[in-house]
C-alpha cells in the first residue's frame, strides 16, 4: 500500500512537472482561480476574478425610454431562444431611446457583463479615434513602425494594423475554445500576454488570407498601446466612456503585466454596450459632435474581399433583405446594429453551443434583427 501510494505521488509530481516544463503551468493558476471564485470555465461573470483596469465615466445621461418602453410582447420563437441560450440580458434601442429590456440570472441594469470579443471591435473604435489624434497615420500604417523588429521578418514587415482588424495577418494561430491545452486558454490566465503575442510566428503573407485569430487582436492593443503613450483602459474611457455619458464605469480585465487583454474583457452594462453600437450606427457622430472620422467608420464597417461577412472586428450580413452589423463575444455576447431600422439590439448570455452559418456567424442573431424588426 504504501509503496503503491509512493507511486501515485510520484507519479502525479511528474505530470505536474511536465505541464510546467511544457509551459502549460498557467492551467493550475485557472484551476485555482475557479474553484475559489467561481464557474471553472470563462463566464461573463468573472469580472472580479482577473486585476482590471477601470474605465470611468462622467456626467451620466441615463437612455430617455421610449412611449412604448417595455411593452413590447416577445414572440414564443424570442422567448424560446433567450431561455435555451441561457440570456442574462436583452436590451432593444430605437430611435436612440430605450425600448425593451430584461435580465435573467439575478442580473440588472447596473451588472457588469464580459464583453469578451466584442472588445475587439470596440479596439478598432480606438484605432480610428487615435488616427484622427495623430497616433496613427491611418489604418494601413505599418506595425513594423511600431514594433521594429518585425522589419526583419519576410512575413512581418509586410504587416499592417488593417490586417490586425480584418484577420488576415498570416500567423501561425490556431483558435481553439475547447480544451484547456490551447493557446485561447493560455491566453485567458497567461500573466505577460505581450511575450505569448510575439512569439508567434508567420505562416504566410499578411493580407492573403482570412482567418480568426484573438491574437490578432492582442497585438493590436499592444502596438495601439505603443503608439498612443497610455493605457487602453484610459483612452477608452477619454474618447468614448465620458463623451457618451455612459451610466456606470467599466473595467478592462489586465495580465499581472497590466496590459490589457485587448482581444476581451471589456466589463460593461448592456444599456453601455447599447451606446456603443448607436455610436458608430450614427458614423461616429453623437449629439452633433463627430468622435469619429465619418470615413473612417464607413471603413470599419465595410466587408473584407477575403470575407464578405467580416469588416474591421466587426461583422456584417448584406446577403438578406434586411442589412446589419454585430460586434460578436463568446457564449454569446451581441450588439446588433440595423440602420434601416433605427435599432441597436444588446444581448448577453452564458452559451457556448450556439448554431452558426457557413460563415461563422450565429444563427441567433439572425433571428433576432428580424424578430424585432418584425415587430417592432
Known amino acids: 500500500m504504501k509503496k503503491t501510494l509512493t507511486a501515485i505521488i510520484a507519479g502525479t509530481s511528474a505530470i505536474i512537472a511536465g505541464i510546467y516544463l511544457s509551459g502549460y503551468g498557467f492551467i493550475f493558476k485557472a484551476f485555482a482561480m475557479n474553484v475559489k471564485k467561481g464557474p471553472i470555465t470563462p463566464s461573463s461573470d468573472d469580472a472580479e476574478k482577473f486585476s482590471s483596469r477601470s474605465i470611468p ?10 412611449k412604448d418602453y417595455n411593452t413590447t410582447v416577445l414572440s414564443e420563437r424570442l422567448v424560446e431562444e433567450l431561455k435555451k441560450t441561457r440570456a442574462s440580458s436583452l436590451i432593444v434601442i430605437r430611435n436612440n431611446k430605450l425600448l425593451y429590456e430584461n435580465y435573467w440570472k439575478d442580473h440588472d441594469a447596473s451588472s ?3 464583453s469578451f470579443s466584442m472588445a475587439k471591435g470596440i479596439l478598432s473604435i480606438l484605432v480610428g479615434c487615435a488616427i484622427d489624434d495623430g497616433y496613427l497615420e491611418s489604418e494601413n500604417q505599418l506595425v513594423s513602425s511600431v514594433f521594429p523588429h518585425y522589419k526583419n521578418n519576410r512575413y512581418g514587415k509586410h504587416l499592417t494594423f488593417a490586417h490586425l482588424m480584418t484577420m488576415q495577418t498570416g500567423l501561425d494561430w490556431k483558435e481553439e475554445y475547447h480544451h484547456p491545452f490551447s493557446e485561447n486558454s493560455k491566453q485567458y490566465f497567461v ?3 505581450a511575450q505569448q503575442a510575439f512569439e508567434v510566428e508567420f505562416k504566410e503573407m499578411p493580407g492573403c488570407n482570412y482567418e ?6 492582442q497585438l493590436l492593443g499592444l502596438a495601439l498601446r505603443k503608439v498612443i503613450r497610455k493605457d487602453l483602459a484610459t483612452y477608452l474611457s477619454e474618447k468614448i466612456w465620458k463623451p457618451l455619458g ?3 464605469p467599466a473595467k478592462w480585465s489586465i495580465d499581472e503585466k497590466g496590459v490589457e487583454k485587448a482581444f476581451c474583457c ?3 452594462t448592456p444599456r453601455d454596450f447599447a451606446r456603443i453600437g448607436q455610436l458608430i450606427m450614427q458614423n461616429g457622430n453623437w449629439k452633433g459632435r463627430q468622435l469619429i472620422n465619418e470615413d473612417y467608420c464607413q471603413r470599419m464597417l465595410t466587408p473584407t474581399k477575403a470575407n464578405d461577412a467580416f469588416c474591421f472586428t466587426v461583422w456584417a450580413d448584406d446577403e438578406h433583405q434586411l442589412k446589419y452589423r454585430f460586434f460578436y463575444g463568446f457564449l454569446g455576447q451581441f450588439i446588433i446594429m440595423i440602420p434601416e431600422k433605427q435599432m441597436v439590439i444588446v444581448k448577453t448570455g452564458f452559451y457556448n453551443r450556439l ?8 444563427l441567433q442573431v439572425k433571428l433576432f434583427a428580424e424578430e424585432f424588426a418584425r415587430m417592432i
Open 212 to 217: 480568426y485569430q484573438s491574437v490578432a487582436a
Open 112 to 114: 457588469l457583463m464580459n
Open 191 to 193: 500573466e505577460d500576454l
Open 266 to 268: 471589456i466589463h460593461a
Open 355 to 362: 448554431d452558426v452559418d457557413e460563415k461563422k456567424r450565429p
Open 246 to 248: 455612459m451610466e456606470f
Open 57 to 66: 465615466n462622467l456626467h451620466p445621461e441615463p437612455w430617455q425610454k421610449d
